[in-house]
């Protein structure tokens, strides 16, 4: 079985590729310098892994961790991937190809494999809701057109309590009813955050869709998009785990040739097409 795993600077998620596609999701908050502990309470039970596929952005000293682990479970050695300046049908915006997030890399391989009918000279706005949200932008030809990175909601209500003495780490509060305004300081730390991150989104995808010509859509992944997703004023398609879709195709193009599992002909992300009220079931 093959183990995928996005280790993202917040959380880390995991899924085994079967067939074509990731299944059997699952996540876990993990420590900032240690995940050993974290992921031994979860992978114990975890069989016949023959690959670990892994996408990394919490650094080395995480990735040796998990190659630790890897090891003494089921004698193997993770791939570590990173962002390449041309493949899947891609061009990495980058100067430096490999200081892309391995995250955003991967979000732009399974974006690219899930519309892949995209009409030409359209654009996919790609936006990464996590410890940092990211945006992306890639167009119908496969060319990055580059991004941007802002701190993530959590990210910003730690940025406060670390800088102010009258904000401390703030609790997972969200504002009560549906007022605009927050009346207590975690409320308004949160909604401030919250209110931030949209409209970030909305600037910057309504500035990039006026210099598309084509089709110009949305997409929002992460663990924070359906908190966002009530404050963006455009349609999202949200589709969860994208990163672990990105490393499902990676992981099945380098798959040893020996192992010829059926092929699943569904290979692309689940689409959750969402409004920017909802998310609907698919
Ligand atoms: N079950 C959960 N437990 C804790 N936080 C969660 C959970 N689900 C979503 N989140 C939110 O997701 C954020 C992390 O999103 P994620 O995309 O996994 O981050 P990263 O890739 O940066 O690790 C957290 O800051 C939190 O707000
Ligand atoms: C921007 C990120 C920190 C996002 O990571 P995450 O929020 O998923 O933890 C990650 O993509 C990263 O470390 N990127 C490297 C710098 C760059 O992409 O320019
Ligand atoms: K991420």
New binding site residues.
């Given amino acids: 079985m093959i183990l995928l795993v ?8 995991w899924a085994q590729l079967r067939g074509n596609r990731p299944a059997e999701f699952d ?4 420590g900032k310098t240690g995940i050993k502990r974290d992921i031994s309470r979860v992978w114990k039970d975890l069989k016949d892994i023959n690959r670990v596929v892994v996408a990394n ?2 650094g080395d000293r995480i990735g040796d961790q998990l190659t630790e682990c890897t090891q003494n479970y089921w004698q193997v050695t993770p791939e570590f991937l990173t962002a390449r300046a041309n493949s899947y049908g891609i061009h990495n915006a980058y100067e430096t190809p490999e200081h892309l997030g391995i ?1 955003r890399w991967l979000g732009l391989i399974a974006v690219r494999q899930r519309y892949r009918n995209f009409r030409k000279n359209g654009a996919i706005c790609i936006v ?5 949200i990211t945006v992306d932008l890639l167009a119908a030809d496969g060319n990055h057109l580059g991004g941007l990175i802002i701190p ?4 910003m209500s730690q940025i406060l309590s670390d800088h102010t003495n009258g904000i401390g780490i703030i609790s ?1 509060s969200e504002k009560k009813g549906d007022t605009l305004l927050a009346n207590t300081t975690d409320t308004a730390v949160t909604g401030g955050a919250l209110y931030a991150a949209a409209s970030f989104i909305d600037r910057v995808s309504s500035d990039a869709a006026s210099e598309i010509k084509g089709e110009f859509k949305r997409v929002i ?7 966002i997703l009530p404050l963006l004023l455009d349609k999202y398609d949200h589709l969860p785990n994208l ?1 672990l879709w990105g490393l499902a195709q990676v992981a099945r193009n380098t798959r040893t040739k020996v192992t010829h599992e059926s092929e699943d002909t569904s290979d692309h992300c689940e689409d959750k097409s969402a409004h920017s009220t909802e998310t609907v079931e698919a």
Avoid: Q, Y
């Fill in positions: 996005d280790i993202g600077n917040s959380r880390i998620k996540s876990i908050t993990r952005v919490g995250d990464d809701c996590g410890t940092a993530g909601i959590t990210s997972e992944t992460g663990g924070d998009a359906l908190r990163v």
